[in-house]
């Protein structure tokens, strides 16, 4: 997957709903220059205290990692874990390997959802189109000790082409795309309006929240337009 930079016309994301158990994420959309939030979610038929996989990013997106190659930072796990412990490392090819497990033994709650997001950046010079993602080698540990078999899964990236806060499309983020976006919201007429960079917090919606970001974006209050796990387009950070 990462040794082909190129973008494809269509990218086959495997369909896991006859799935019972699965480790795979969610489609997702970016372009160049931006923060994006990687969706990784599980289906497990028993109770489940553990998993493991290998994320294959394509070549242009990458996860910020230390210098021992972990990325624990970049990964926001979610409510379904219990005291459960993260371990990361970066393996080679732009591979990236998760594994969580509870050292007491401990289950993760419900049987499907989201389990992890991970944040990833995408290059300035990635070119518009479809790009793999590749879940592999899943692994899930049920309550007894038990591994069930997990097939291999498939998911993608559409990266378009415009700058994410660049309303106006003159190259810059600044308060003039927020004003644009603010005019956009109560009705007014607007030119040169670029929809899909208007929607910085990616919930397809274009609203004050959005106006919001790129304000705090554009003085320095967040390092990024895409907004951290669990906050909307409205906070700060």
Known sequence: LSEDPEPQTAVEVTDVSNMVNAIYVEPLKGSAGTDVNIEVKMKNANTATSYGFELVLPAGVTISTSTDGSFDNAVTMSTRHKGHTLTTNKLANNTYKVGVASLSSKALTDNDGLVLTIQAHVADNIAEGEY?????????????????????????ITIEDYTKGDVDGDGVVDLADAVLVINHYVGKPVNK?????????????????????????????????????????????
Do not use: E
């Open 132 to 156: 793999a993602i590749g879940v592999q080698s899943p692994l899930i540990v049920n309550a007894d000790g038990t591994k069930p078999a997990v097939q291999n899964t498939q998911s993608k």
């Open 193 to 237: 309006f670029v929809a899909k960079a208007a929607d910085v917090d990616g919930d397809g919606v274009i609203d004050l929240a959005d106006a919001v970001r790129i304000i705090n974006f554009y003085v320095g209050k967040v390092q990024s337009l895409a907004p951290s796990v669990g906050l909307s387009g409205l906070d700060p950070q």
